[in-house]
């Protein structure tokens, strides 16, 4: 399977405490720590690709979670849809916590894990 990364991307101005707690969520979540603790998944922050389709005024940051070794396409689609569960929930905690709107999330597969 090409697609062995999962690049998560906050939108819109997002802070740079933003993207550490979502990294901090996202290692948390029950499924994700279990693979992180066996080696199969590693969660990086990142500089983030300039393309264009951040906010100019965002952090320049991404989160990248990395499957280590062959990767099942189920797994793949697991681990994809636990992050996507995992950031809706940051962003309901963070509406509940914080004032104001969450920035937004872009969470795409992509090849080039490293």
Known sequence: MANT???????QGASESDIRALKAWLERERKLEGLRD????????RAGAQDGS?????AGLEI?????????PK????????????VRAWQ???????RGEPPEA???ADSDGR
């Open 38 to 45: 066996s080696g199969v998944l590693e969660v990086q922050e």
């Open 92 to 98: 309901e905690n963070r509406r509940a916590v914080e």
């Open 75 to 86: 797994l793949f689609e697991e681990v994809f849809e636990q992050v996507k569960s995992g």
């Open 106 to 108: 872009e969470i795409t």
């Open 54 to 58: 951040a906010s100019p005024m965002g």
């Open 64 to 72: 990248m979670l990395v499957l280590l070794g062959a990767v099942t």
């Open 5 to 11: 990364a999962i690049r998560v991307r906050l939108m």
